[in-house]
């Protein structure tokens, strides 16, 4: 039974780039969630996709948007980049909307330079 | 905005003792919390939850409180061993179903 899985693991842009992470949720979840996590701090909630709409969002601009495929998969993707875009980007999946026991990936690191 | 908090951000104990985690949340309105391990270079790992009309709930080795008077929640864990060495992170859903994190207690196992 896969766990979530994440790409890329790691990650260098530079400045004004744009990127995107990828994310597989756990075998039979259906709802996924981004969160940031800066160096030394707790995971911040990005925002939530349910049945490929996004249902939740945190305090985040739009530069971060995102999309949940059919098969569950969900991208992050993340607009003229600045410095302080660099984190631990997290997914974490779970069954139904609301995040009943969440299941995180090991994350993608992102360093923009 | 309300938020999640940590008493302390770090605890060390020696091996074989019990560990206390303690986490102080704001948000009233919060009726479910989960507590989260977080090994180097990994994602967060959970350990246990509880809803709010609990006060208690046990797992293998480790014990959940919940004090709503006092928006407190603490994480026990018994026998401490030198793979519980993690950072240990106090979440909360809040009434828009959105799920808020503390900074974390890195806690460090002596042997």
């Known amino acids: 039974d896969a766990g979530v899985t994440q790409s890329p693991t790691h990650l260098i842009k530079t400045r004004g780039q744009q990127v995107t992470l990828r994310c597989s949720p756990k075998s039979g979840h259906d709802t996924v969630s981004w969160y940031q996590q800066a160096l030394g701090q707790g995971p911040q909630f990005i925002f939530q996709y349910y049945e490929e709409e996004e249902r939740q969002r945190g305090n985040f601009p739009d530069r971060f948007s995102g999309h949940q495929f059919p098969n569950y998969s969900s991208e992050l993707n993340v607009n003229a980049l600045l410095l302080g875009d660099s984190a631990l980007y997290l997914c974490?999946?779970?069954?139904?909307?609301?995040?009943?026991?969440?299941?995180f990936g090991p994350g993608t690191r992102l360093l923009v330079l | 905005g309300e938020s999640v908090g940590l008493h302390l951000p770090t605890l060390s104990v020696q091996e074989g003792d019990n560990s206390i985690i303690n986490c102080a949340y704001s948000n009233s309105a919060s009726d479910y919390f989960i507590w989260y391990k977080q090994e180097s270079g990994k994602g967060p790992q959970f350990i246990i939850d509880i809803r709010s009309n609990m006060d208690k709930r046990q797992g293998q080795r480790v014990t959940v409180l919940l004090n709503k008077t006092v928006k407190h929640l603490s994480l026990q864990i018994a026998a401490t061993q030198p793979g519980d060495s993690a950072v240990y992170f106090c979440a909360e859903r809040g009434g828009d179903y959105k799920l808020s994190f503390g900074a974390g207690t890195t806690v460090t196992v002596r042997a």
């Open positions: 974490a999946s779970s069954l139904g909307w609301g995040p009943e026991t969440q299941y």
